[in-house]
């Protein structure tokens, strides 16, 4: 079955970076799209950033020129760099498959002086 593995959430300041990492597996990870989205303490799930199974790339406006998402077909991976993070980056971050699809467990991302 499809197996979603986050990792690399945790406290940031303000202006910092954090890189999250997603492992899947149980399904051909190289022919489809992957996702992040995020749910922020009291608000909906939100997708954050998207790319294709030919690396083009989709980010919500908000994290445009902050956040970079890439894959690495060869390790099953997917990856999101956050950059100048700010305090409203605060949110469980989740790994998606395709757009919509499964979701990881969460890992969560706190920014905060």
């Known amino acids: 079955q499809v197996q979603l593995v986050e990792s690399g959430g945790g406290l940031a300041q303000p202006g910092g970076s954090l890189r999250l990492s997603c492992a899947a597996s149980?399904?051909?990870?190289?022919?489809?799209?992957m996702s992040w989205a995020r749910q922020a303490p009291g608000k909906g799930l939100e997708r954050v950033s998207s790319?294709?199974?030919?690396?083009?790339?989709y980010y919500e406006q908000t994290v445009k020129g902050r956040f970079t998402i890439s894959r690495d077909n060869a390790k099953n991976m997917v990856y999101l760099q956050m950059n100048s993070l700010k305090p409203e980056d605060t949110a469980v971050y989740y790994c998606?498959?395709?757009?919509?699809?499964?979701w990881g467990q969460g890992t969560q991302v706190t920014v905060s002086s």
């Open positions: 998606v498959q395709g757009y919509l699809g499964s």
């Open positions: 149980g399904f051909t990870f190289s022919s489809g799209a």
């Open positions: 790319i294709s199974r030919d690396s083009n790339t």
